[in-house]
């Protein structure tokens, strides 16, 4: 008996061993192309070890003045020489110029002529050296700026991501007026999703429904008919929404045409927020349209008869009978539009003018352009965050294992 | 029930149905349901069973023909509004509504108060006696209970006619039995019309008032159970209902009521049920318990002889398989009665049977 157990519990853990030699490329696939990178940024969104790793000594120094009693002693001065002469010939002052130049604006260039001006220079006074050679340096401004980008691990770029700032006392305050862009680009990207999500969801449904009900061969060709747009190039697709929207395109030619606007009255469908809207829209209607079926597919179309047969309305059957028992596939195809359209970036920047970016568009700004990397993580820290956010929400209410995906 | 027994319920005229334009899945049906009656269709698979019901419900419209519902036509109404209460084969309780809700839909989208339907709810829920499972989810029945809950959601709203299609089909043997007979407790107590479908001969004859026999889109023979069994006018019908002897034979004499057919080598007499003439080929139908081993000769007016072939006991009775007529497989049973003689694989025996027992019915190619 007891041998026999033993056996079982061998062939068990053996079985448990095959099953994960198969998963296992893929969990290392998965490792080295999502996870690795995924955690990299994540850190980098909290972590900026430049600044601190460049001026140490002056870090240091700074951590005994408390900002509040005027300029810092003149050991900082000192200590902040040297290592700036240093930073310029290990040729990093770029980038730790560039970090508090964030915080900071203007001292990059203030920075890189102060080194320049320094490399002679020898013996203090730095304090008076330094306040000739540029204003900055009697600023405490520009101390608060070199000890808030000292810190290793910073709040920075994640207070920055919510349009918030923390003031020299170490209160957190909102951005002042005109620099606030992060939360109003969040709201939008969630309404424009919103928006997509419905459209999705109300040029979807009776596609999915009727593939639902139509018989197997043809429900295999109008299959086929809504996947037709993953055969060509999202480039290609969202190109030919140009074509389409655009002033001088088939669709103002044709309503033009058809004498229902005149020729200066040509509608702007394209380069603002409608285009955006319309080509998301196309594009993410295909991940609607699958959960919904498979999850219409699964229910009994007898069940309509028999709501008939009750007394029901067919607005009565459909409501009551048929629309409850589609909703896992709903939610799934809701979750998955909405989450695709919150971090979609190509379409946007393609179609989107500058009235239709979405966070995305932000966020690869400061990947390629701005360079400022740390704010780029933060800001999909909080896009990831709102996602676990909405899934836990749908877990709660509908629970994700009634989630309709195949 | 006296003058409301007399009247038509439901009344199929001259109904043709066809899926495709050229085959005709139902062929000009005329049946005429009392009220109160409880009717079966019973066939084999693709007969066209489902189709009749269909088109009853409201959900196929007939190709040629009317349906009359207390005697007013009804292909305009749409099913909704004829009021009819229909049990599907697979149930199709709603699975994300409780049981009570499922009961409660048909009285809420006929607006019924929510007082007054609380106690249908309650009273169909007796009636099917599954008081107290309310609130249970449909999948959290038996195959039995969701079968209970099916018919008792046709029920509910106390439709006149109910329609069941195959109801029972996907339940075992013990459990179908059981509910036979609570399908036919039901059609007492409440009084209701009901057209059944199945293509189970025994369900059938369990519960049935009369039963059609229904092959390929064509009503073989129309009858009580009893009718059926014993007065099977269709080779079909004496094959599909219980067990029969069926010879091809040759008519070769007519006499009123009786005629002479030469089967296998034999001449045998048979009672006429198919009009029939000298030379036209006929089907013998001899039910097995009907047919005497080694009875007293000259008793019967068929009498043959035959070699027992194989012998099988079936506790209550003793079936034989004889060689008789020129077939190996003519099958006789005898019920268990202690004292009958003993039999062997082998012995020669005379057989007979009464030209009464003997039904020469219509000549069937297969
Ligand atoms: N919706 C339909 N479209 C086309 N042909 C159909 C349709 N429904 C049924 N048929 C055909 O009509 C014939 C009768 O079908 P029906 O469903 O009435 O048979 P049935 O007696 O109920 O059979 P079963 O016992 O298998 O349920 C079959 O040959 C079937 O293929
Ligand atoms: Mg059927």
């Keep these: 008996m007891a041998g026999s157990l033993r056996v079982s519990a061998r ?7 095959r099953a994960f030699g198969l998963v296992a490329p893929l969990l290392i696939f998965v490792g080295l192309t999502f996870v690795t990178p995924l955690a990299t940024m994540l850190v980098r969104s909290v972590y900026d070890p430049v600044v601190a790793d460049a001026l140490p000594e002056t870090q240091m120094l700074l951590k005994d003045w408390d900002g509040e009693e005027g300029l810092p002693s003149e050991a900082v001065y000192a200590a902040v020489a040297k290592e700036l002469k240093r930073a310029g010939a290990e040729r990093t002052l770029g980038q730790v110029a560039s970090r508090i130049n964030r915080v900071q604006g203007g001292l990059r260039s203030a920075l890189a002529r102060t080194e320049r001006a320094l490399r002679d220079v020898e013996q203090g006074p730095w304090r008076e050296t330094m306040g000739a050679i540029d204003p900055i340096w009697a600023d405490p401004a520009t101390w608060h700026a070199i000890q808030a980008t000292g810190e290793r691990f910073t709040s920075r770029h994640y207070l920055n991501a919510l349009d918030l700032q923390r003031l020299p006392s170490g209160a957190v305050v909102a951005q002042p007026q005109e620099r606030r862009i992060y939360l109003r680009l969040f709201w939008r990207t969630i309404i424009v999703s919103s928006i ?10 009776p596609i999915a429904l009727l593939i639902a009900r139509s018989p197997p061969h043809r429900a ?10 993953f055969w060509t190039s999202l480039l290609v697709r969202t190109t030919a929404w140009i074509v389409l929207l655009q002033t001088q395109g088939v669709l103002n030619d044709l309503l033009v045409v058809l004498g229902l606007i005149n020729d200066d009255g040509r509608l702007a469908m394209v380069y603002n927020m409608t285009g955006t809207i319309v080509a998301m829209t196309h594009v993410l209607l295909p991940f609607m349209v699958l959960p919904l079926y498979s999850v219409m597919r699964g229910i009994p179309s007898v069940h309509m008869k028999a709501a008939a047969s009750l007394g029901a309305k067919p607005l009565q059957a459909f409501l009551r009978v048929y629309w409850p028992q589609s909703l896992p596939g709903v939610g799934a195809g809701a979750l998955l539009v909405f989450i695709l359209a919150i971090g979609y970036y190509i379409t946007p920047a393609l179609v989107g ?16 352009t701005s360079l400022n990397w740390g704010l780029a993580a933060a800001l999909g820290g909080v896009l990831l965050v709102g996602v676990l956010v909405l899934y836990a929400v749908y877990d709660r209410l509908v629970g994700v294992e009634r989630m309709g995906l195949g | 029930m006296g003058n409301r027994a007399r009247t038509a319920h439901v009344e199929f005229r001259g109904i043709s149905k066809s899926y495709d334009g050229r085959t005709l899945v139902v062929k000009n049906l005329d049946l005429s349901i009392r009220t109160g009656e409880f009717v079966t269709f019973l066939g084999p698979s693709g007969s066209g069973k489902t189709t009749i019901l269909m088109m009853l419900a409201g959900f196929q419209s007939p190709t040629a023909g009317e349906i009359l519902l207390d005697g007013r036509p009804i292909q305009d109404l749409p099913a909704r509004k004829r009021g009819i209460g229909m049990v599907f084969q697979n149930y199709a309780l709603f699975p994300h509504m409780t049981v009570g809700a499922n009961l409660a839909f048909p009285l809420e989208v006929r607006n019924v108060g929510a007082e007054e339907r609380t106690e249908l709810v309650d009273r169909v829920l007796r009636l099917v006696r599954l008081e107290g499972f309310a609130d249970r989810r449909p999948s959290q029945l038996s195959g039995g209970q969701q079968q209970r809950v099916a018919i008792a959601r046709a029920l509910v709203f106390e439709p006149e006619l109910v329609l069941m299609d195959e109801p029972l089909g996907a339940l075992d043997r013990s459990l179908r039995d059981e509910m036979q007979y609570e399908i036919r407790r039901i059609h007492r107590t409440l009084d209701v019309t009901v ?3 199945t293509h189970d001969q025994q369900e059938a004859m369990v519960m049935s008032d009369r039963i059609a026999v229904l092959r390929e889109g064509i009503v073989e023979q129309i009858a009580v159970p009893e009718g059926l069994y014993e007065e099977p006018e269709r080779a079909f019908v004496a094959r599909f209902i219980g067990e029969s002897n069926l010879l091809k034979g040759r008519v070769t004499a007519v006499l009123d009521e009786v005629c002479e057919v030469e089967t296998g080598g034999e001449k045998v007499h048979a009672l006429k049920v198919v009009a029939c003439e000298t030379g036209d080929p006929v089907t013998l139908s001899i039910r097995p318990e009907r047919v005497a081993i080694n009875s007293v000769p000259g008793r019967y007016k068929n009498e043959v002889s035959a070699t027992v072939e194989d012998l099988t006991f079936l506790g209550d009775q003793l079936r034989v398989r004889l060689t008789a007529c020129g077939r190996s497989d003519f099958i006789v049973t005898i019920p268990n009665i202690v004292g009958h003689s003993p039999l062997l694989r082998g012995d020669s025996v005379r057989i007979g049977w009464t030209a009464l027992d003997c039904r020469a019915l219509n000549h069937e190619r297969s």
Excluded at chain 1, 11 to 17: I, S, T, Y
Excluded at chain 1, 220 to 229: A, E, M, R
């Design chain 1, 196 to 205: 997509i999500t419905l459209l999705c969801l109300a040029l979807g449904y």
């Design chain 1, 220 to 229: 295999n060709l109008l299959l086929i008919l809504v996947l037709v747009p």
């Design chain 1, 11 to 17: 062939l068990h853990r053996r079985a448990q061993l």
């Design chain 2, 195 to 197: 057209v059944y479908v």
């Design chain 1, 353 to 368: 003018g500058s009235d239709g970016q979405l966070i995305s568009n932000m966020i690869a700004y400061h990947m390629q």
